[in-house]
């Protein structure tokens, strides 16, 4: 045999075992610190790390898994690792490092004393998000609660909500105040994303049918205000639809407020009666009849019900034990109805009650008398009677007419005259 393969092969005997001695050992005391970075080698913070290895103790598991830690700000964990070794056998020097983060997992194997200071975890399938939650105005606004995937959290003073995230498409859910608003992000690389949530100023205002403001209980994002001006105002509403209730002495009102579109409410109650005017008799073929003036006089009152209106009677003398009898009402005019009655028997007081209701339910009331006791008819001066004028009184002296006939003919006998007068003689 050529001696050099001879001693290539006595070499080889000698190193073989010495290589695999160095990958077992029977202790050791090892420290460094793990570095996860995300796919554009930048830190990951708040990632979970845990760390396996051979314990070297003769009971129990082989191996020792180390609680879940968390990366800091720098995306950073410091272990020291001291393992006393066992004297039943040699462990097993492989020290595998885990990290999570952003719905990923990533894996790195060390050996004992083989590897530098920092021990570097990339996560080459995960990227950074930032999602801004702002204003119209570009404002932010923090608090703001997040959803992406099955991630959650909250907006920062900046607006932002950070998150490390695995590459992919994820819904998401932004919520403020009343305005919420859903979608899907792509994630392939570092992204940046807004929502806006713009405001708008609303305003609710109570009063009645006169226009005098009232103090209403109004309900509105899960508070209630006591509205003692009739008036409520908020500069920043945020959502597309605001519910409301507004509650005067036991009326509930209901709705919603559309801030970008209809951002002002004004509620009106009517809570004045209508008003009677004057309730006159007369009669027509021999039945009587009420003309009745009645309206609703309020700028903003509702109106009258005219299917409402009603007319009860009954003959004196009556007391609460005598019923009340229907007459049939029908309107004449604008405000104006008219009342007829059955044949009354005459010589009598009937007593009546007029009622009516607005559209807002207020009810007025008013009673009254009547009589049908017969009246001398008026005299008629025209037809074929006559009444002859008495003969002027011998006293009367002489009448005008014939004075101012007088003088008409003296003033045109002057005038003759001095027309004569005044000819020339003929030949001059």
């Given at each position: 045999?050529?001696?050099?393969?001879?001693?290539?092969?006595?070499?080889?005997?000698?190193?073989?075992?010495?290589v695999?001695?160095?990958?077992?050992?029977?202790?050791?005391?090892?420290?460094?610190?793990?570095?996860?970075?995300?796919?554009?080698?930048?830190?990951?913070?708040?990632?979970?790390?845990?760390?396996?290895?051979?314990?070297?103790?003769?009971?129990?598991?082989?191996?020792?898994?180390?609680?879940?830690?968390?990366?800091?700000?720098?995306?950073?964990?410091?272990?020291?690792?001291?393992n006393?070794?066992?004297?039943?056998?040699?462990?097993?020097c492989?020290?595998?490092?885990?990290?999570?983060?952003?719905?990923?997992?990533?894996?790195?194997?060390?050996?004992?004393?083989?590897?530098?200071?920092?021990?570097?975890?990339?996560?080459?399938?995960?990227?950074s998000?930032?999602?801004?939650?702002?204003?119209?105005?570009?404002?932010?606004?923090?608090?703001?609660?997040?959803?992406?995937?099955?991630y959650?959290?909250?907006?920062?003073?900046?607006?932002?909500?950070?998150?490390?995230?695995?590459?992919?498409v994820?819904?998401?859910?932004?919520?403020?105040?009343?305005?919420?608003?859903?979608?899907?992000?792509?994630?392939?690389?570092?992204?940046?994303?807004?929502?806006?949530?713009?405001?708008?100023?609303?305003?609710?205002?109570?009063?009645?049918?006169?226009?005098?403001?009232?103090?209403?209980?109004?309900?509105?994002?899960?508070?209630?205000?006591?509205?003692?001006?009739?008036?409520?105002?908020?500069?920043?509403?945020?959502?597309?639809s605001?519910?409301?209730?507004?509650?005067?002495?036991?009326?509930?009102?209901?709705?919603?407020?559309?801030?970008?579109?209809?951002?002002?409410?004004?509620?009106?109650?009517?809570?004045?009666?209508p008003?009677?005017?004057?309730?006159?008799?007369?009669?027509?073929?021999?039945?009587?009849?009420?003309?009745?003036?009645?309206?609703?006089p309020?700028?903003?009152?509702?109106?009258?019900?005219?299917?409402?209106?009603?007319?009860?009677?009954?003959?004196e003398?009556?007391?609460?034990?005598?019923?009340?009898s229907?007459?049939?009402?029908?309107?004449?005019?604008?405000?104006?109805?008219?009342?007829?009655?059955?044949?009354l028997?005459?010589?009598?007081?009937?007593?009546?009650?007029?009622?009516?209701?607005d559209?807002?339910?207020?009810?007025?009331?008013?009673?009254?008398?009547?009589?049908?006791?017969?009246?001398?008819?008026?005299?008629?001066?025209t037809?074929?009677?006559?009444?002859?004028?008495?003969?002027?009184?011998?006293?009367?002296?002489?009448?005008?007419?014939?004075?101012?006939?007088?003088?008409?003919?003296?003033?045109?006998?002057?005038?003759?005259?001095?027309?004569?007068?005044?000819k020339?003689?003929?030949?001059?």
């Amino acid at each position: 045999m050529n001696l050099r393969y001879v001693a290539i092969f006595i070499l080889a005997i000698q190193v073989i075992p010495l290589v695999f001695a160095e990958t077992n050992c029977t202790g050791y005391h090892d420290m460094f610190t793990v570095n996860v970075l995300d796919g554009n080698l930048k830190p990951v913070s708040n990632a979970t790390v845990i760390v396996k290895y051979d314990r070297g103790q003769s009971f129990g598991d082989k191996y020792f898994i180390t609680p879940p830690k968390q990366t800091d700000a720098s995306g950073q964990i410091l272990y020291d690792i001291y393992n006393g070794g066992t004297n039943v056998r040699e462990i097993d020097c492989k020290i595998e490092i885990n990290a999570t983060a952003g719905g990923a997992d990533k894996s790195v194997t060390i050996e004992a004393g083989k590897h530098g200071p920092t021990v570097d975890v990339i996560m080459s399938d995960v990227f950074s998000l930032k999602f801004f939650v702002r204003d119209q105005f570009r404002a932010a606004l923090p608090n703001a609660t997040v959803n992406v995937g099955n991630y959650s959290g909250v907006t920062d003073g900046s607006g932002m909500y950070f998150k490390e995230i695995k590459e992919g498409v994820y819904p998401y859910f932004a919520s403020y105040v009343d305005a919420s608003q859903a979608g899907s992000i792509n994630i392939s690389n570092d992204t940046e994303f807004e929502v806006l949530f713009p405001h708008y100023r609303i305003t609710v205002d109570v009063s009645d049918d006169t226009g005098t403001p009232l103090p209403a209980t109004l309900t509105i994002f899960n508070k209630t205000f006591e509205m003692q001006d009739g008036h409520f105002e908020n500069e920043k509403t945020f959502g597309d639809s605001v519910p409301y209730t507004v509650n005067y002495r036991g009326i509930i009102t209901e709705g919603t407020i559309s801030p970008a579109t209809l951002p002002i409410v004004e509620l009106i109650y009517d809570i004045n009666a209508p008003l009677f005017g004057n309730i006159t008799p007369q009669t027509m073929n021999d039945r009587y009849q009420l003309q009745i003036e009645v309206w609703d006089p309020n700028e903003f009152a509702d109106g009258l019900d005219i299917s409402s209106m009603k007319m009860y009677y009954k003959l004196e003398p009556s007391d609460a034990t005598t019923p009340w009898s229907n007459a049939v009402v029908y309107t004449t005019g604008r405000n104006k109805f008219t009342a007829d009655f059955p044949k009354l028997p005459p010589d009598s007081i009937v007593k009546f009650r007029a009622e009516v209701k607005d559209k807002a339910g207020n009810r007025a009331e008013k009673e009254g008398k009547f009589s049908t006791y017969a009246v001398a008819p008026p005299v008629n001066n025209t037809g074929n009677e006559t009444n002859p004028q008495p003969p002027p009184s011998q006293e009367q002296g002489i009448p005008l007419i014939y004075i101012l006939g007088g003088v008409i003919v003296l003033v045109l006998g002057l005038y003759l005259v001095f027309r004569m007068k005044s000819k020339p003689p003929a030949g001059a």
